[in-house]
């Protein structure tokens, strides 16, 4: 197969690539570097299997070439980066999505779309399956991603229903590992980078709040199943073992042996309270479920976090690439 990756400079989009190009397919990456790296892809620049063009979705793009899947993955994710970038993040749900359908429905494609735990908001249903509407505040601040990933999936199902078009929507639940943003602001990465810097873990609230923290090995997995051989419901991929944040710092300062100190911050608004995702349907349909536990998983992040020790990496906040990172990147 020949597909096309949005968000392929990301976390999740370049490991997908990875995973396509091992099973022997092509590859057209596009990204424009909002809250990804060029050094994601770097050592995909002798792969002859692997296209890569800048380019920002939320425009039109006419893709070269056959194509026979669009996956698209574009968005900021982190909540720090999609409250920093409301407009962007609400654009790429939304005409990026549209841009991206229509490029899968000018090639006959089969077409992906990367959606979130977060469709489920503040949840009422624990744990989530699929079935479940979610709890969303429409106006409140994580409303831009929340929304933004709602219309994409009625955008999707409209394509499917009116089109005709092969659609999959995914329903990804917090997933970590290398090549996460050092200071993306996510959970994982935060308390990684915290302890090995020496600096306090920020528990945000009184830490009782639950996630479900998938490895980015088995997500890329699921995701890749649910591609190949799913059908066009939502389905859940995450890892149900469900955590406090206070277990998780926990984990992270036995893990890392740091002396680093715990601190309490505010808990940001509407925070959900607890998250865990109901897995029976990817289990029944793709035999997919998650065999990185979460002890194993978060010490091969903190291995490659600590190859950034040192590195400006570990203090640069910025979601949005400087056109200096650029030209540095570029040079390099
Ligand atoms: P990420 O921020 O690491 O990657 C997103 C990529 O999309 C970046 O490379 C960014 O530059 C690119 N991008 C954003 N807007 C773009 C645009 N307009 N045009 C072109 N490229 C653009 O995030 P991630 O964790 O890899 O997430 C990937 C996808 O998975 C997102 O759609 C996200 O909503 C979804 N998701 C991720 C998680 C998670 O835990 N990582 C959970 C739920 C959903
Ligand atoms: N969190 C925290 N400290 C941090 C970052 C996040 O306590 O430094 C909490 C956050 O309030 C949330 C959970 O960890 O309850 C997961 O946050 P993250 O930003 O990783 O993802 P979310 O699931 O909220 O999208």
Same mark, same amino acid.
């Given at each position: 197969?020949?597909?096309?990756?949005t968000?392929?400079?990301g976390?999740?989009?370049s490991?997908?690539?990875?995973l396509?190009?091992?099973?022997g397919?092509t590859v057209?990456?596009?990204?424009?570097?909002?809250?990804?790296?060029?050094?994601?892809?770097?050592?995909?620049?002798?792969?002859?299997?692997f296209e890569?063009?800048?380019?920002d979705?939320?425009r039109?793009?006419?893709?070269?070439?056959n194509l026979?899947?669009v996956?698209h993955l574009?968005s900021?994710? !982190?909540?720090?980066?999609?409250l920093? *970038?409301?407009? $962007?993040? =609400?654009?790429?749900g939304?005409? &990026?999505?549209?841009?991206?359908?229509e490029?899968?429905?000018?090639?006959?494609?089969r077409?992906f779309?990367?959606?979130?735990?977060e469709?489920?908001?503040?949840?009422?249903v624990?744990?989530?399956r699929?079935?479940?509407?979610?709890n969303?505040?429409?106006?409140?601040p994580?409303?831009?991603?929340?929304?933004?990933k709602r219309?994409?999936?009625?955008?999707?199902?409209?394509?499917?229903?009116?089109?005709?078009?092969d659609?999959?929507?995914?329903?990804?639940?917090?997933?970590?590992?290398p090549?996460?943003r050092?200071?993306?602001?996510?959970?994982? !990465?935060?308390?990684i980078?915290?302890a *090995?810097m020496? $600096?306090p =873990?920020?528990?945000y609230?009184? &830490?009782?709040?639950?996630r479900s923290f998938?490895?980015?090995?088995d997500?890329?997995?699921?995701?890749?199943?649910?591609?190949?051989?799913?059908?066009h419901?939502?389905?859940?991929?995450?890892n149900?073992v469900?955590?406090?944040v206070?277990?998780?710092?926990?984990?992270?300062?036995?893990?890392?042996?740091?002396?680093?100190?715990?601190?309490?911050?505010?808990?940001?608004v509407d925070?959900?309270?607890?998250r865990k995702?109901?897995?029976?349907?990817?289990r029944?349909?793709?035999?997919?479920?998650?065999?990185?536990?979460?002890?194993?998983?978060?010490?091969?992040?903190?291995d490659?976090?600590?190859?950034?020790?040192g590195?400006?990496?570990?203090n640069r906040?910025?979601?949005r690439?400087?056109?200096?990172?650029?030209?540095?990147?570029?040079?390099?």
């Amino acid at each position: 197969m020949r597909v096309l990756i949005t968000g392929v400079a990301g976390f999740l989009g370049s490991h997908l690539t990875d995973l396509f190009l091992k099973e022997g397919h092509t590859v057209l990456g596009l990204d424009n570097f909002v809250t990804g790296h060029r050094d994601n892809i770097a050592h995909l620049a002798g792969d002859a299997r692997f296209e890569f063009v800048e380019h920002d979705i939320n425009r039109p793009y006419r893709a070269p070439g056959n194509l026979d899947g669009v996956l698209h993955l574009a968005s900021p994710a !982190s909540p720090i980066d999609y409250l920093e *970038l409301p407009i $962007e993040t =609400l654009q790429v749900g939304s005409f &990026g999505t549209y841009h991206a359908l229509e490029i899968a429905r000018e090639h006959r494609a089969r077409f992906f779309i990367a959606s979130t735990s977060e469709v489920y908001g503040d949840p009422l249903v624990h744990p989530q399956r699929e079935e479940y509407w979610g709890n969303v505040n429409p106006v409140g601040p994580r409303s831009v991603y929340d929304e933004a990933k709602r219309f994409a999936e009625a955008m999707t199902m409209a394509y499917h229903t009116h089109h005709g078009l092969d659609t999959r929507i995914v329903r990804i639940f917090n997933t970590y590992g290398p090549r996460m943003r050092p200071r993306d602001g996510r959970v994982v !990465s935060n308390f990684i980078v915290q302890a *090995l810097m020496g $600096e306090p =873990l920020t528990i945000y609230g009184d &830490g009782s709040q639950t996630r479900s923290f998938c490895y980015v090995s088995d997500e890329v997995d699921g995701i890749y199943r649910l591609f190949m051989r799913g059908d066009h419901n939502p389905t859940n991929i995450g890892n149900p073992v469900e955590y406090t944040v206070r277990q998780l710092a926990d984990l992270v300062v036995e893990l890392t042996g740091t002396t680093a100190a715990i601190v309490h911050e505010p808990l940001p608004v509407d925070d959900p309270k607890v998250r865990k995702p109901d897995i029976t349907r990817a289990r029944e349909t793709l035999g997919w479920e998650p065999v990185v536990q979460v002890r194993e998983g978060l010490a091969r992040t903190i291995d490659h976090f600590r190859t950034y020790v040192g590195s400006p990496l570990m203090n640069r906040r910025v979601a949005r690439q400087s056109p200096a990172d650029a030209a540095a990147a570029a040079g390099r």
